[in-house]
């Protein structure tokens, strides 16, 4: 070859102009923007509303609640980049993708040092994508975003009622943080006192620790919450506080919001987390417990909060936090085959 030769066909001398299978099939994880396991991006309501949408993934990536530990704002784009080998559910023996038509919506348009505005984004979009009929799951961001996110859906699906089932740590029922009433520390308590969710449609399993201080209990229980430590789950296993949450959660509401603090599992197994606790579940008691819950109640929304990959190793927090959605999409996958359907999932 000579390198002065100008010709433009140089290429072709190493067959580089053969054609070649197209470029958007069969490609790894790693190439292309990414979207939750490779789903469209369709970011516009009517566009999620015109293809009739199952359920959209939206990120929150708002931090500015965390009272230790920064770093969930990078949690969406994480949890999104995970990789994913197929989508046949070994655990439900389903092809979820093949049943529901998911979409990633995007992310919310947010910016740092502005709660108030960033809550009242998330709260806009999350009605705009509960309004297309699509079953939202919320992909946070710290969790301090379920107080707008159950508030958009308590409105959009009003007038059936909605309660909680919260898997956690903490009890994130502070009357206040440092004087703010917008942290991750208070949101459940925010979504009592609006009347956006009843305290006796709230159940709490995983919790554990050092916080929050009795007086903070006393309220709980003059609210009618219900919760789980993870003593009694270390005393009765966690099949059967599983079950009693279901029970529950069915006892009242009409819909069931699920929301994961990724720190309800044992920081030995999920430590890119702001607010670490040791002492927590198993990944596979929390996967368990999801596809239990979701085969069990119907959903109105799930969001997956405080994934802080600054302080993950190895990815395996976001590697958990993706399969906490993507068992429960496939449990919803599992409904709708069955002929049992959810807001979100049209039979």
Known sequence: MNPADPSPAIGARFGWDRAFAPDDEGLPSYVGL???SGVPLVTEAAAIAARGADVAILGAPHDD??????GARFGPRAIRAIYTPGDHSLQLDIQPFSVLDVVDAGDVALTPGWADRNHARIWQRVREVAGTGALPIVLGGDHSITWPV??????????????????DAHADTAPEQWGTLSGHGSPMRRLIESG???????VQVGLRGYWP?????????AQGMRWHTMREIEERGAEAV????IAEALD???????????????????????????GGLLGRELLRAVRQIVGAVELAGMDVVEVAPAYDHAEVTATLAHRVVLEAISA???????????????G
């Open 150 to 167: 159950v508030t958009a859906l308590a409105e959009a699906r009003a007038p059936r009622s909605i309660g909680i089932v919260h898997f």
């Open 252 to 278: 009242g509401p009409d819909l069931i919001h699920l929301s994961v603090d990724i720190d309800v599992v044992d920081p030995g197994m999920a430590p890119g987390t702001g607010t670490p606790e040791p």
């Open 196 to 202: 956006a969710v009843a305290g006796r449609n709230f």
């Open 213 to 221: 201080p009795p007086e903070v209990f006393d309220w709980m229980r």
């Open 65 to 70: 609640g965390t009272s230790h530990r920064p």
């Open 34 to 36: 990414p979207t939750f």
């Open 242 to 245: 599983v079950a009693d949450a």
């Open 332 to 346: 919803l996958a599992v409904r709708r085959r069955d002929g049992s359907t959810a807001p979100g999932a049209r």
